[in-house]
T-cell receptor
Framework: SQQGEEDPQALSIQEGENATMNCSYK?????LQWYRQNSGRGLVHLIL?????REKHSGRLRVTLDTSKKSSSLLITASRAADTASYFC???????????FGTGTRLQVFP | SQTIHQWPATLVQPVGSPLSLECTVE??????LYWYRQAAGRGLQLLFY??????ISSEVPQNLSASRPQDRQFILSSKKLLLSDSGFYLC????????????FGEGSRLTVL
């Protein structure tokens, strides 16, 4: 069963705008990760945030984690057409070795 | 550097035929290995994962099976495919211990007719 649910399912924005995607999950976690998938390709890891962290940055990416609400958000600032892809959150449930993915957000950035 | 190879990239199989998808990892040892399936336009469903040779955890009861005959080899199999087995199959690896960053192969697209 899927651990995470992303919101929105699809998002369309113009280049230069910010894109925010949200993820909710169900159980206690070790860490939460965000991945990107271009159509028909494998997934690429973007960022990992541990359960004792609240915010993390990587380039134009900003991830927040609220373990009390079991939710996370991914912010992409100053988006580019090349950011067009599907974005997935994934959680490692506490005391496990497995990574459970959410349903994903399809981001379309128009030039 | 580490690389992951997955094949075949594409296959079309009739219902009832067998399946074998193979995944190998290079440049690392004792990886955790994973098989996921992705239906069209959907998220990833974890099928199997392995923390060592011969150690397979199954997440979804179905007509698929997985084996890890060597440290860096992970095989997904079926004796008789169903229409519902169609999808995009992804192999991935991570370092030992609590799952950190996963590195994915390019996927195998299976169509069952």
């Amino acid at each position: 069963s899927q651990q995470g649910e992303e919101d929105p399912q699809a998002l369309s924005i113009q280049e230069g705008e910010n894109a925010t995607m949200n993820c909710s999950y169900k159980t206690s976690i070790n860490n939460l990760q965000w991945y990107r998938q271009n159509s028909g390709r494998g997934l690429v890891h973007l960022i990992l945030i541990r359960s004792n962290e609240r915010e993390k940055h990587s380039g134009r990416l900003r991830v927040t984690l609220d373990t009390s609400k079991k939710s996370s958000s991914l912010l992409i600032t100053a988006s580019r057409a090349a950011d067009t892809a599907s974005y997935f959150c994934a959680t490692v449930p506490y005391n496990t070795d497995k990574l459970i993915f959410g349903t994903g957000t399809r981001l379309q950035v128009f030039p | 550097s580490q690389t992951i190879h997955q094949w075949p990239a594409t296959l079309v199989q009739p219902v009832g035929s067998p399946l074998s998808l193979e995944c190998t990892v290079e440049g690392t040892s004792n990886p955790n290995l994973y098989w996921y399936r992705q239906a069209a336009g959907r998220g990833l469903q974890l099928l199997f994962y392995s923390v060592g040779i011969g150690q397979i955890s199954s997440e979804v009861p179905q007509n698929l099976s997985a084996s890890r005959p060597q440290d860096r080899q992970f095989i997904l199999s079926s004796k008789k495919l169903l229409l519902s087995d169609s999808g995009f199959y992804l192999c991935a690896w991570s370092g030992q211990g609590v799952a950190g960053e996963l590195f994915f192969g390019e996927g195998s697209r299976l169509t069952v007719l």
